[in-house]
């Protein structure tokens, strides 16, 4: 059975760095679109960032360009997240998402169809 597992959230100050991984079993994800996701309380779910199959293509979310870099480790059938000069509104549950096979980075929710159970993130002021 495929499953995405994320890791590496938690408590960081304001300014600080996060890297958040995906780690994918059961299944290869090497020919899949891959993203991430947030939800923060009480909010509706919001796309973050995607990458394409190959790892040629990505997408971001204004709201974390510049602050996020989404990479893709083909080999590992790994994709990690980093995040530098954090804010307190990204502090959200994350969620790492497989989507269109052969596909181009989107950050279009519903064409993801295998999803992690998400890790938390919390960003103090």
């Known amino acids: 059975q495929a499953q995405l597992e994320e890791s590496g959230g938690g408590l960081v100050q304001a300014g600080g760095s996060l890297r958040l991984s995906c780690a994918a079993s059961?299944?290869?994800?090497?020919?899949?679109?891959m993203g991430w996701f947030r939800q923060a309380p009480g909010k509706e779910r919001e796309s973050v960032a995607a990458i394409g199959w190959g790892g040629y293509t990505t997408d971001y979310a204004d709201s974390v360009k510049g602050r996020f870099t989404l990479s893709k480790d083909n080999a590992k059938n790994t994709v990690y997240l980093q995040m530098n000069n954090l804010k307190p509104e990204d502090t959200a549950v994350y969620y790492c998402a497989a989507g269109p096979k052969w596909g181009r980075a989107t950050l279009s929710m519903g064409q993801y169809d295998y999803w992690g159970q998400g890790t938390q993130v919390t960003v103090s002021s």
């Open positions: 059961g299944r290869t994800f090497s020919a899949y679109a």
